[in-house]
């Protein structure tokens, strides 16, 4: 059974920088794509991110695009995310998740198969 666990997430001044870390475990990690996910209070779960297996294809939502990026290092079995120049609008519950399908990049949460629980992004104004 895959486990995912992400760290990295706090109250973070808009601007500013964080790198968001899912560990990986249970299976063998250079055979999932990853993504990242977002929700905010009230809002539904919406794509941020997605790394193929051997992190050569990423793929980005609009509103991150040029701000964030997806990475991973699969000796260490961790996906990251680099978060820069934070708006109040990024503040929301940040998941990791993985995928089956390897060299895929998906965009939909209903193709991943696993999911971490979350680590929470505040940005202040």
């Known amino acids: 059974q895959v486990q995912l666990v992400e760290s990295g997430g706090r109250l973070v001044q808009a601007g500013g920088s964080l790198r968001l870390s899912c560990a990986f475990s249970?299976?063998?990690?250079?055979?999932?794509?990853m993504g990242w996910f977002r929700q905010a209070p009230g809002k539904e779960r919406e794509f941020v991110a997605a790394?193929?297996?051997?992190?050569?294809?990423?793929y980005y939502a609009n509103s991150v695009k040029g701000r964030f990026t997806i990475s991973r290092d699969n000796a260490k079995n961790t996906v990251y995310l680099q978060m820069n120049s934070l708006k109040p609008e990024d503040t929301a519950v940040y998941y990791c998740?993985?995928?089956?399908?390897?060299?895929?990049?998906?965009?939909?949460?209903?193709?991943?198969?696993?999911w971490g629980q979350g680590t929470q992004v505040t940005v202040s104004s």
């Open positions: 998740a993985a995928d089956s399908q390897r060299s895929r990049w998906s965009t939909w949460p209903y193709e991943y198969d696993y």
């Open positions: 790394i193929s297996w051997s992190g050569a294809n990423t």
């Open positions: 249970g299976r063998t990690f250079r055979n999932y794509a």
